[in-house]
């Protein structure tokens, strides 16, 4: 069955309100902060940021976020503990004096905090991300980059997606099933075998895909996808000042920390561009 | 210019003269004159058409059912109707097909936008799943209205009516994959009537419903038809219900369409011969009376449904029916199990995906030599329960023993050998590239040479009608054998257990026929047949014992008589027994499953009374 943890949440709440477009410049401004920064207060300072938003503006439980959350917190905890062994001297905050001795290698505050660093840049990224799917009705989005001159048929492809993978997933599931059941490939060893049904499975799934494909390119044909250049839309498009403001805001104050940070003066990996 | 001669190919079933209905006492919403369509036109320029020559009208306002047997046309006419062939998918046609235009009146359908087309005749698709294409149930059916340029303030009045007519109020804001299969089907009929077209095609619409759905579509059919004035076309094998709502029926032989025709002279014209020659579903009641009109019993008018078949043979009731009513249960208690060791014991059995429990403590035995239908509504959990039986599940708590043996003690390999599941959709059983292979693999797998496994697959194959297709991809059969081929890959190894899911799905009279024929087989020769379905029908006439599964519990084991005569058990799963077992019960006074059995009944009756020379 398909995973809807990832779905709109119907609320009313200022990211609700906010315009699609307002979203994706808040959440393309913490992804650049996020991805470029190298100092760990601001990580820090951004993630509890991006909660906040979370937490009090979205009008979604938190519990919510924690559904998805914690399945990539297994995926962070590790880039916490394995990514300090690698620290090579890349400015966070923290002194180069030992904070851990381990078999492999002894580890400073500093390497502590780059491994800290990692985690709070996949928070944030993660925080941010699930804002924007919680609040974003996926026909808004559609519309709003419709209207921004972007082909609807284009936009309306991840909605598509959303709707239409969770099926062809559950088919490669059967035809794995099948294999097994059947034994494809039980006379050779088990990397060929491995092979063999990885063909097999790619080659039933082209085939049924192409045929589902057919019916639902002709579902959509019937109803008049592509019968014009543009469509209507029934929902009200989200509409709010203050929301675009703060998009813009936030945005344009991401862009200018990370000329700041990236200036020689501030640069923190020491990047030589002469 | 390709000069174009056209062969005629597979032969079509010769059937008799046919009458074409009554002159239309309405305007034609729909008129196809001598209209012929192929796939393609090879380079040498023959072709074989597949459809040659057809010419009908249909008036408006009209409900008509086609029929056909499986892979006789019946989609290929509809999508040519409709205009997807050969506009969109390609191929060549010839002829006319004139839609009545509001403003315009009656024009050919060249003369309109693909767009305009779509909204003055629509189609709506078998599987719900392939035509849902938005997350919600407003967006569903307010799609095509924003693809058509509708201005919103119109678009919220017509998703409010579409979905109050197929009865889905209140639905609007509802997730559109969190329905069930009947709600998905209405969402997107709702979809295609907001469109408010003139003509509807509706293809095999029921054909994935559990009861429960199918009524709900239909009685959506129902509302439609008593408040819009909209031509319908059917395509449909559950006919049980749909024959006597129908105007007239068309039948697709071959690359011929006949008529339309009333549906009444279509039988009386040609009784049986429907069923026995052309391999069509008939409805049950009709059967009853056929059968009778055969042995030379009077039938003056063919009965559409039980009713009237209680009417039409009132003089003939028995007097043990005198006074009984289809709300009249004669309750049987369920009959004890066989008195032998299960292969399949299912003890305790929970089941969960991830939160979702599917399945709560159920117990369920399964013998050999017997056909065991699981039933229920869909998602009550009937696969998921079948597949514990040969590990492709494991369960949560509690065992599934196959011999003895718990599941998750055997090597899967072993297992599956022993217990085959079969999937619902065929193409997804095959692993090689010919027919021949898909059997040689299971054969091969039991340790044979290849001279010996040759004969052996050869004469499963031709058993199977398919010895003629051995050196053919399986991906290319037609759906019938491709059914009966992913059957016999995964029971030539002659396994202890099979499970099916659907057997019958989408299949007609004679390949149903044969395949549940092949089941029985099976168990005769000591197999423990499983088999999942919604078709009341054929647990009716094929199952030995029935389990009835409803929200994640086994409610009720016992033989088919028994789980029909038990109402409130049908109610909470949301089942229905076959028409059959209501009439029988006003005509013999006891309920009965078996057309023959209820013919034979009567013609006794009807031989006891005296004639009267009426």
Redesign the interface.
């Known amino acids: 069955m398909p995973n809807l943890e990832l779905a709109y949440r119907a609320a009313e709440s200022p990211f609700h309100r906010m315009t699609p477009s307002s979203k994706l410049l808040y959440v393309i401004g913490v992804s650049f902060v996020a991805i470029f920064n190298t100092n760990l207060y601001v990580a820090l300072a951004l993630f509890l940021f991006c909660f906040s938003i979370a937490a009090f503006f979205t009008a979604v439980p938190l519990k919510t976020y924690w559904t998805l959350g914690k399945v990539i917190l297994p995926f962070i905890i590790i880039l916490m503990i394995v990514f300090p062994f690698f620290y090579g001297g890349q400015a966070t905050v923290g002194s180069d004096e030992i904070a851990i001795r381990t078999p492999f290698k002894d580890l400073s505050w500093a390497a502590l905090g780059f491994g800290g660093l990692l985690a709070l840049r996949f928070l944030a990224l993660g925080v941010s991300g699930l804002t924007f799917a919680f609040t974003t009705h996926p026909s808004d989005l559609v519309q709003n980059l419709s209207k921004r001159g972007w082909d609807y048929r284009i936009v309306h492809a991840p909605v598509l997606g959303l709707v239409l993978f969770p099926a062809f997933l559950e088919m490669g599931r059967e035809i794995s099933i099948t294999q097994r059941i059947r034994d494809l490939g039980q006379d050779t060893n088990p990397i060929k075998r491995k092979w063999v049904r990885l063909k097999h499975l790619a080659f039933a799934m082209l085939v049924l895909g192409l045929r589902n494909g057919q019916t639902q390119a002709m579902a959509l044909d019937i109803r008049g996808y592509g019968a014009h250049k543009t469509r209507t839309f029934m929902r009200p498009a989200p509409r709010s000042r203050g929301g675009t403001i703060f998009g813009w805001t936030f945005f344009i104050l991401s862009i200018v920390y990370l000329i700041y940070q990236w200036s020689p003066e501030t640069m923190q990996w020491n990047m030589d561009f002469s | 210019m390709v000069e174009r001669r056209v062969s005629t190919g597979a032969q079509s079933i010769h059937f008799g003269p046919f009458t074409q209905g009554a002159a239309l006492t309405r305007p034609p919403a729909l008129v196809v004159e001598d209209y012929s369509f192929w796939f393609k036109i090879p380079m040498d320029g023959e072709a074989e058409a597949a459809l040659e020559n057809v010419s009908f009208e249909i008036a408006q306002g009209e409900f008509v059912l086609v029929l056909g047997r499986s892979g006789s046309g019946k989609s290929t006419l509809a999508?040519n109707l409709?205009g997807?062939y050969p506009d969109?998918?390609g191929g060549h046609n010839q002829g006319k097909i004139m839609i009545a235009h509001p403003e315009r009146g009656l024009i050919n359908r060249r003369e309109l936008?693909?767009?305009e087309r779509?909204?003055l005749v629509?189609?709506l698709?078998q599987?719900p799943?392939?035509?849902?294409?938005?997350?919600?149930v407003?967006?569903e059916v307010?799609?095509?209205?924003?693809?058509?340029?509708?201005?919103?303030a119109e678009?919220?009045p017509r998703?409010d009516r579409a979905l109050d007519l197929v009865g889905l109020k209140g639905f609007r804001?509802r997730?559109?994959?969190?329905l069930s299969g009947g709600e998905k089907q209405r969402v997107a009929l709702a979809?295609m009537l907001a469109?408010e077209p003139k003509v509807l095609i509706l293809d095999e619409p029921t054909s994935n419903l559990d009861p429960v759905g199918t009524s709900e579509v239909l009685d959506a059919v129902d509302r439609i038809r008593e408040h819009v004035d909209l031509t319908l076309i059917v395509i449909e094998h559950e006919v049980d219900a749909v024959f006597d709502r129908v105007d007239r029926v068309l039948l697709v032989d071959g690359k011929t369409v006949h008529g339309p025709s009333d549906p009444r002279e279509f039988l009386d014209q040609h009784g049986l011969e429907v069923r026995d020659h052309l391999g069509l579903w008939i409805p049950q009641a009709v059967e009853v009376a056929l059968e009778l009109r055969r042995s030379g019993v009077p039938i003056p008018r063919i009965p559409l449904n039980g009713d009237e078949l209680v009417d039409s043979l009132s003089e003939y009731r028995s007097p043990k029916a005198e006074g009984r009513s289809e709300a009249d249960t004669i309750r049987t208690a369920p009959s004890s199990p066989p008195d032998r060791p299960a292969v399949i014991d299912v003890q305790n059995v929970s089941f969960s995906?991830e939160k979702?429990q599917v399945l709560k403590g159920v117990h369920l035995q399964a013998y050999s030599n017997e056909l065991l239908a699981i039933v229920g509504q869909n998602g009550s959990g009937k696969s998921t329960l079948a597949q514990l039986f040969?590990g492709?599940l494991r369960p949560n708590e509690g065992t599934v023993l196959v011999e003895g043996k718990s599941t998750t003690d055997y090597d899967?390999?072993h297992l599956?050998k022993r217990v085959?599941?079969i999937?619902q959709?065929p193409?997804?059983?095959?692993?090689r590239n010919t027919v021949y292979d898909e059997i040689a693999?299971?054969v091969?797998?039991l340790g044979l040479t290849e001279a010996e496994a040759k004969p052996r697959v050869e004469s499963f194959l031709e058993g199977l009608g398919l010895l003629d297709h051995k050196d053919k991809s399986p991906?290319i059969l037609s759906h019938g054998q491709k059914r009966r081929l992913s059957v016999a890959?995964?029971v030539v190894a002659e396994p202890d257990v099979v499970i099916l899911d659907e057997p019958t799905f989408g299949q007609d009279y004679h390949q149903a026929q044969r395949l549940m024929q092949l089941l029985r087989q099976l168990a005769d020769k000591g197999a423990a047949v499983v088999f999942i379905t919604h078709d009341m029908r054929l647990v009716a006439e094929y199952a030995d014992r029935c389990a009835v599964l409803a929200e994640g519990r086994i409610v009720y084991e016992g033989t088919p008589p028994e789980l029909f005569d038990a109402p409130e058990v049908l109610a909470h799963a949301k089942l229905k027994a076959p028409p059959i077992h209501a009439f029988s019960r006003r005509l013999v006074g006891r309920s009965l499953l078996d057309t023959g059995e209820l013919t034979r009944e009567l013609k006794e009756i009807s031989d006891a009374k005296p004639r009267t020379g009426v």
Request: charged fraction near 15%; proline fraction near 3%.
């Open positions: 999508l409709v997807i969109y998918f936008e693909p767009g779509f909204q629509n189609m698709f599987n799943q392939d035509q849902i294409v938005t997350l919600s407003e967006e307010a799609f095509a209205l924003e693809n058509y340029l509708m201005a919103p678009i919220h998703i804001e997730s559109t994959v969190k979809a469109m995906y979702d040969n492709i899967f390999a599956v085959a599941y999937f959709v193409e997804k059983q095959f692993i693999h299971g091969r797998a991906y890959c995964m």
